[in-house]
């Protein structure tokens, strides 16, 4: 978007770099407030990826869905959430 109004003639190539990046620490920092939010659930599940296959990962979702499956009163609802983050480890 920025890139596109300083072709258009209405912003500085500074000024577009410099809203490039102030926009894209602003996203960031949506994502980890986000993040942390979703974390907080109480029956999401974190699976570790930092050292593992996509296939193995999806088995370990896979299984982890099908425990809560099991678990009397566990299907569906709020919080029963699956992630996968490659930075916190099991």
Same mark, same amino acid.
Not at 1 to 15: F, P, T, V
Not at 68 to 87: C, E, F, H, L, Y
């Given at each position: 978007?920025?890139?596109?109004?300083?072709?258009? *003639? $209405?912003?500085?190539?500074?000024?577009a770099i410099e809203q490039v990046k102030i926009r894209t620490r602003r996203y960031a920092k949506q994502q980890r407030t986000w993040l942390r939010r979703f974390r907080a659930l109480p029956r999401a599940v974190w699976l570790d990826a930092s050292e593992t296959d996509a296939q193995t990962l999806v088995h370990k979702a896979f299984d982890a869905i099908m425990a $809560?499956?099991?678990?009397? *009163?566990?299907?569906? *609802?709020?919080?029963?959430?699956?992630?996968?983050?490659?930075?916190r480890s099991s």
């Open positions: 978007k920025q890139i596109l109004a300083h072709l258009d *003639g $209405r912003m500085s190539l500074d000024e $809560r499956a099991a678990t009397p *009163g566990a299907a569906g *609802g709020p919080g029963a959430s699956i992630g996968a983050d490659s930075s």
